[in-house]
């Protein structure tokens, strides 16, 4: 799709490059949704992926992901924390060609806050937290959940000027054991409900219920819960209003899957 608004596309070689926030600019990545419709409110696009930030990288405390890295660069991540065997499985269940995945990027998966984004659906269930440059200066930077960054379909708590950086895994979620249920009207068909459990070494048992909500939901347990605990949990976490209605799914069908792939998981991990 040609953006016939847009005037300007910046380069930026470092921080102290990126322009002040505004509703007429836009952070560009991969680019993938931002070049597939019109974006008449815009005139300006920031590529972030002049900035070179490495991919992935290890750190004492988990992995960070660079919020440009590819869905690609991810889903071929070898290690041998536990949990980096979602990484592929997350990525399938974009929908999208390997020719998306060279491009598409997980910062940008993330900030798009659609239901169906994997990348959203894959860092939220691992505890992944945002690192996020303010536009307002390095003294205002903050981090904050994936799970509380996304906020709706199309919305997210960055602000006009704001950069989302990175995504932190901690080590205590890429060493659990996980189980993954990806559900949708057809075999190839996008995502109407993502759900993800892990049990971590402490015993922690994790559900996060993604795509079939309007935002991702993670429920806690100090262990594994029995079935009407945590059935219990979900009608009390994920409210009528909460479940996503769409062509790809009715809400009472999207809570029933979700429901029952939450069970499956909970058999699996006990």
Known sequence: MDLGTVD?????GSRADLPPGRTDTAVLAGGTWLFSEKQDHLATLVDVTALGWEPLTVTETGLEIAATCTIETLARYSSPWPATALFPRCAAALLASFKIWKTATVGGNIALALPAGAM????????????????DGPDHDYRIAIADLVTGPHENALRPGDVLRSIDIPLHALQSRTA??????????????????RVD?????????????????????????????????????????HWYDDPHGAPDWRRHISCTAAQQIREELS
Request: hydrophobic share 50%.
């Open 120 to 135: 959203i659906s894959l860092t939220a269930a691992l505890d992944g937290v945002g690192q996020v440059w303010s536009g």
């Open 201 to 241: 070494d402490d015993g922690e048992f994790v559900l996060t219920v993604s795509a079939s909500t309007v935002r991702p939901f993670v429920l806690r347990f100090p262990g594994l819960p029995t079935a009407g605990e945590l059935d219990d949990a979900l009608a009390a976490t994920i409210g009528p209003q």
């Open 8 to 12: 300007d596309i910046l380069l930026p």
């Open 180 to 197: 993954m249920r990806k559900l949708a009207l057809s075999p190839l068909g996008r995502s109407a409900a993502v759900v993800i459990g």
